[in-house]
């Protein structure tokens, strides 16, 4: 129930010897190193050296109050502050929240209070430590299950289920797919919807960590560590604790981190950077890539041994170019959301818009997808939008096909109609002609076939050349 103590340091300030003594017994058994001193001058020379996870501070020390410490700022930003006081003397700990304790006990207390209120000052370590991360996190859309999405929704519900079966100790998910695809989407889903839904959501883009600073950022580290260390600060993984943690791009970290990274998720355990205390960690770990681990393992670019333990839930998402069954939809979805954020109508899309939606590659997936919206939103005055840009009209728009014409049906062939190729040719190659006003070798050029493919294409349809 405590384990989270365990490597934990913890600074003890409290006069009555007894007390502490009986007070460092308690943390010790629950796997924290404490610090004790008995004076506000004790305390003073050993804060110099001493960096603490937690601190138990006494109001009223022989030497003076305790806010008169708290007033220098002897304490880095990440220790959880928790002030003793006896019963008629709350004034002194309401001083002290004003200072930045965050928590305080009523003295007599009993002993199980003390994990209590550390558990509390821990939550909101935590809670600091995110709120500071998340100032660089965009947010993006809800997870959109469209038709093509059917069977990932199925696989994400069956996740979902073993989740709640196992109850604490849930196994990494690994996200794969495209940039662009919607892997933080889904990431966020799972979480939403899981056992930790109530606790915190750390997400990390390890391709934007500097490989200086990749290791203290996810694993902390202690004061001196480093030249910049001048204080101790915990970690993702620890800001994470009790949540999930969401490792976007994995593969960026070096093989040595990825080797931490295994460790945490195998044995729940870190260290910082600097130190030598195994500290107890309680994350879910979401990992996500757009590149294929299988063939950067064989490259020896990623570690084999943490690829088998992440690919335990596979989660493969498909790219928007696979989805035009589905596209027109959740483009509306899309462009309904945006319309709200701008404040604007919804605005409807021509047929020749569709079109291009439909045509176009979408090498951004669905991230492309509603920027090119939103860009449509903003900057064409029309009521209804066509997406010029897309294609312009000096590039083959006959070339491309109707709405719902053949060329668009995700099951082309799979169809019980069987599909005929000659007829395919014969129309790509009129559609051809038709952009070129008929001139053959202009033909030729566009669909880079000589010219006189095309005139035995027209000739065995029984027609005389049209060229020019």
Not at 182 to 206: M, S
Not at 327 to 347: D, F, G, K, S
């Amino acid at each position: 129930m405590d384990t989270y103590l365990t490597g934990l340091s913890i600074f003890l300030l409290e006069d009555d010897l007894l007390l502490r003594r009986r007070l460092q017994a308690r943390l010790e058994r629950l796997g924290a190193e404490v610090t004790g001193a008995g004076t506000l001058a004790e305390a003073r020379e050993l804060l110099a050296r001493v960096n603490a996870d937690f601190a138990l501070l006494d109001v009223n020390l022989p030497d003076g109050k305790v806010t008169d410490l708290l007033r220098e700022s002897p304490f880095p930003a990440h220790t959880g502050l928790i002030v003793m006081t006896a019963e008629g003397a709350l004034e002194g700990a309401v001083e002290a929240m004003r200072l930045g304790v965050q928590d305080y006990l009523v003295k007599p207390f009993d002993a199980a209070e003390l994990p209590l209120a550390l558990d509390r000052a821990r939550r909101s370590r935590q809670i600091q430590r995110v709120q500071e991360h998340r100032r660089h996190q965009d947010q993006l859309d809800p997870l959109f299950f469209d038709r093509s999405l059917a069977s990932l929704q199925q696989q994400l519900e069956r996740i979902l289920a073993a989740d709640r079966r196992m109850g604490e100790t849930l196994p990494p998910v690994l996200i794969q797919g495209e940039t662009g695809t919607g892997k933080t989407t889904v990431a966020r889903w799972l979480h939403r919807h899981g056992p930790r839904a109530n606790q915190e959501l750390v997400e990390v883009n390890c391709s934007a960590l500097p490989d200086a600073l990749a290791e203290s950022e996810l694993f902390g580290h202690e004061r001196g560590a480093f030249t910049d260390a001048r204080s101790a600060r915990i970690g993702l993984f620890e800001a994470a604790g009790g949540g999930t943690l969401f490792l976007d791009e994995l593969p960026s970290l070096s093989p040595a981190l990825q080797a931490k990274v295994l460790t945490a998720i195998e044995d729940r355990s870190i260290r910082r950077v600097g130190g030598n205390r195994t500290i107890h960690v309680d994350v879910r770990v979401l990992a996500a890539t757009n590149r294929d681990l299988r063939e950067l393992v064989r490259q020896g670019a990623f570690r084999e041994d943490l690829f088998h333990r992440l690919d335990l839930y596979r989660v493969q998402l498909p790219p928007l170019r696979e989805r035009t069954a589905d596209l027109l939809e959740l483009a509306v979805r899309i462009m309904e959301r945006i319309c709200q954020r701008h404040r604007l109508p919804t605005r409807a899309i021509t047929e020749l818009g569709k079109r291009r939606l439909l045509t176009y590659p979408w090498p951004g997936n669905i991230r492309e997808l509603a920027h090119e919206l939103e860009r449509a939103i903003v900057f064409e005055d029309n009521p209804e939008l066509d997406f010029p840009h897309l294609l312009p009209e000096s590039e083959p728009l006959a070339l491309l096909p109707a709405a719902r014409d053949w060329l668009n049906e995700p099951a082309l062939f799979r169809k019980a109609s069987p599909f005929s190729l000659e007829t395919g040719i014969d129309r790509i190659i009129a559609a051809a002609l038709k952009q070129t006003d008929g001139n053959v070798s202009a033909a030729a050029r566009l669909l880079d076939v000589p010219r006189d493919y095309i005139r035995y294409r027209q000739k065995k349809k029984g027609r005389r050349p049209e060229g020019k």
